[in-house]
């Protein structure tokens, strides 16, 4: 079993940042994938961001490429998202959800294809 534990979200105005952590505990493994996908209110959850390990590959949706990074620090287990550039459309509760495999490529932006789940944290850009 793994446990995951996010943290980071809050009130940010337009154009600001926030950044996500995400910490894995129990039976993680060097295999992996960690996943960021967010829920607006009325919307279907949406993938955001992953990283797989081995090489860390990172995945990007269209809509946050280039202006969101997803990093993993192995040593603490622990995921992150660093946002820049907010606007009201990035307004969502985002979780985390980690694998302790490392995903295939056309699987990564499927959430069913994730084992654990986390809370959630909301993130909300207004100004």
């Known amino acids: 079993q793994v446990a995951l534990e996010e943290s980071g979200g809050g009130l940010v105005q337009p154009g600001g940042s926030l950044r996500l952590s995400c910490a894995a505990s129990g039976r993680t493994s060097r295999s992996y994938t960690m996943g960021w996908f967010r829920q607006a209110p009325g919307k279907d959850r949406e993938f955001v961001a992953a990283?797989?390990?081995?090489?860390?590959?990172?995945h990007y949706a269209d809509s946050v490429k280039g202006r969101f990074t997803i990093t993993m620090d192995n040593a603490k287990s622990t995921g992150y998202l660093q946002m820049n550039s907010l606007n009201t459309e990035a307004t969502a509760v985002y979780y985390c959800?980690?694998?302790?495999?490392?995903?295939?490529?056309?699987?990564?932006?499927?959430?069913?294809?994730?084992?654990?789940w986390g809370q959630g944290t909301r993130v909300t850009v207004s100004s």
């Open positions: 959800a980690f694998d302790s495999t490392r995903i295939i490529l056309s699987s990564v932006r499927n959430g069913e294809s994730y084992g654990y």
């Open positions: 990283i797989r390990c081995c090489g860390s590959s990172t």
